[in-house]
């Protein structure tokens, strides 16, 4: 069944106002839709549709924005499941429709995508909504689009690195000359359009792990933990750990690469609870 907004819109406001008025000042709030609207063991899965839940999607992020919410977040996934293959296009309907919260993936499968359409997309993205568009870059929870690309899972680990190189060079320089093993090697080709804010904000999505978080912290970035379908206190405990090594790294690190601060001091977290859609038992 798709989320009945109807039915949950006064539960929601009531949730998310009491949750911003007791954040600690200085932080923000922000969501993470739940695409996933089907579970395939159920054999009621074939009466489910695409298309309410996408029109319930882009509810949710309006409905986001006018209670106060200060980002939302899609997440990319090739499952039959779930319902949002292309982040980038949902949020673009969106940003359409609201004025201040800022329009997020969480995360873009980056080892399977082109860093220079990405890089274009989320800059169009950021043109529509006149500034609020940020990138998560990540390596999903899942492998589908590996072989849906043409991408071996033995490169898993040069994929991500390479393309998150080379995503934060575009960014930086509208036409660079870059080689490297997994795409066609680029000679000053100019990219466009340019986003409208100064520096596109790329966030780095990790495991909580040590080496994760030194990852973005050399590349001077800020950082997302996340922890899928687990207790807070085992993500409180990953989290802490990224968050120490970004403190002992962070400064030494990115500076010595980068003769700047890094922007890695700035992190958030991200649970996946157990989820149910009202009305789904």
């Not at 080892?111 to 568009?133: F, H, I, K, M, N």
Request: contains cysteine; charged residues 25%; proline residues 5%.
């Amino acid at each position: 069944m798709a989320f009945e907004l109807d039915e949950a819109h006064e539960d929601f406001r009531a949730s998310v106002r009491a949750f911003t008025d007791q954040r600690v000042a200085g932080t923000q709030a922000g969501v993470g839709a739940i695409s996933q609207y089907v579970d395939l063991a159920d054999p009621r899965h074939l009466e489910f549709d695409y298309l309410r839940r996408m029109r319930d999607l882009v509810e949710e992020i309006v409905l986001a924005d006018q209670v106060g919410l200060d980002v939302f977040g899609l997440g990319e996934h090739h499952r039959p499941d779930y319902v949002v293959s292309a982040p980038a296009v949902i949020l673009a309907a969106a940003a359409a429709r609201t004025r201040r919260i800022r329009l997020t993936s969480a995360v873009t499968v980056l080892s399977s995508e082109d860093p220079v359409r990405v890089l274009q997309d989320y800059a169009t993205l950021d043109l529509l909504s006149e500034g609020r568009a940020e990138i998560m870059a990540g390596r999903g929870s899942f492998i589908e689009s590996f072989p849906l690309f043409g991408y071996a899972l033995d490169d898993y680990e040069s994929l991500f690195t390479e393309k998150l190189d080379l995503l934060v060079k575009l960014r930086a320089d509208q036409g660079i000359t870059w080689s490297g093993e997994h795409r066609a090697a680029l000679t000053g080709e100019p990219v466009y359009p340019r986003s409208e804010q100064a520096s596109l904000p790329i966030w780095v999505a990790v495991g909580g792990t040590p080496a994760s978080a030194s990852r973005a912290a050399r590349l001077g970035l800020p950082m997302a933990t996340v922890e899928r379908r687990s207790a807070l206190p085992r993500a409180t405990r990953r989290f802490a750990i990224a968050i120490a090594c970004v403190a002992l790294l962070g400064v030494a690190a990115c500076s010595s690469d980068t003769g700047k601060k890094a922007d890695s001091t700035r992190t958030t977290t991200t649970v996946h609870p157990p989820w149910t859609a009202p009305g789904v038992h």
